[in-house]
């Protein structure tokens, strides 16, 4: 071969060698070309809903495209993370998950999915506690006092929750597994008529999402004895923690963006960084504060860790207190 042949023919070859390195990055710039749907597995208004809106207007804003909410409410969100499962990995269809799937995986026998194997995570967002709050009636003002109290009346204290297999249900059986203590669950659906039922008195204690206890607990309708998380926090920070007590004792609820297996690691990095911008905002971290929440900054891996310690964390608890779905 002529050495100007030779020099043309090693160029085509180091110019098809680089086009998938090449294309892959043009996927990255070029994504998003279009509007991205995000899936949120609880109605309009709630603490999930509100944390993906969050998360999207910050990604409108940031990627030049709008990142719609799609609110896929029921089956304590099965509904909303098959339709992702399901749906093209292209990056243009996103999970805004909370902690129910991890749940959901060994509470449900027959998912037609595998949250573990069929999504891909992408980022976490905030990791949110549960508060323990009493009727403003009870006798206990404390832990001890908590626990003393059920042991000496086993069986006559009622335990609102959310629903069956919910984060407000799995943080109650996990307290009542380590401080050794009988209250009858008490399946509502949803907090709100649960936290209504807990200040009239017809149930006596509850595992509340912070975001929706903490207005009651401020205007002195509920008693906060200890939040669930690892530390103290900022919103009640005079609350001390169940853990304190109960040694060991941590139950959080958490959000992040996932979206359907084999979606482009290209496409994920790139919704990564702008997921951890944003947990780098201070006006971003206000917003998550007053929900009760802590920043998650996690990459892909990491949070694919955290949903598998997760999912091996409650179902010891569901397979321990034999709980069934409604």
Do not use: C
């Not at 990791?127 to 404390?142: C, G, Q, Y």
């Not at 690892?230 to 040694?247: D, H, S, T, Y």
Request: charged share 20%; hydrophobic share 50%; proline share 7%.
């Amino acid at each position: 071969m002529q050495l100007p042949h030779r020099r043309r023919f090693m160029h085509l070859v180091a110019g098809v060698a680089a086009l998938p390195v090449a294309s892959r990055i043009a996927r990255a710039q070029a994504y998003p070309s279009r509007p991205v749907r995000v899936v949120v597995g609880f109605a309009a208004g709630g603490p999930t809903d509100i944390v993906a809106r969050l998360v999207a207007q910050w990604l409108s804003e940031r990627m030049g495209q709008q990142f719609i909410i799609d609110n896929r409410p029921g089956a304590a969100s099965n509904i909303a993370t098959e339709a992702v499962v399901r749906a093209p990995a292209d990056g243009y269809t996103l999970l805004l998950s909370d902690a129910s799937p991890a749940m959901n995986a060994t509470l449900y026998d027959k998912l037609s999915f595998n949250f573990i194997r069929d999504i891909m995570p992408i980022a976490g967002v905030a990791r949110v506690p549960l508060v323990m709050v009493v009727n403003t009636s009870f006798p206990a003002k404390t832990i001890p006092e908590f626990i003393a109290y059920a042991k000496g009346n086993p069986g006559k204290i009622s335990m609102a929750s959310a629903g069956s297999g919910s984060p407000s249900h799995m943080g109650g059986e996990l307290f009542k597994m380590m401080a050794g203590v009988n209250l009858v669950h008490v399946p509502y659906r949803g907090a709100a008529p649960a936290l209504t039922d807990l200040i009239g008195g017809q149930v006596q204690v509850m595992f509340a999402g912070l975001a929706a206890a903490i207005e009651y607990i401020k205007a002195g309708k509920l008693r906060a004895l200890a939040v669930t998380s690892e530390k103290r926090i900022e919103v009640l920070p005079n609350i001390p923690m169940a853990g304190e007590f109960v040694l060991g004792y941590e139950a959080s609820g958490w959000f992040g963006v996932a979206a359907p297996k084999n979606t482009p690691a290209e496409v994920t990095d790139k919704l990564n960084k702008e997921v951890n911008a944003a947990l780098a905002d201070p006006k971003m971290r206000k917003r998550l504060a007053d929900l009760g929440g802590t920043p998650l900054v996690l990459s892909p891996a990491e949070f694919g860790k955290l949903i598998a310690d997760e999912t091996e964390k409650w179902a010891k608890v569901i397979r321990a207190a034999g709980i069934k779905p409604e």
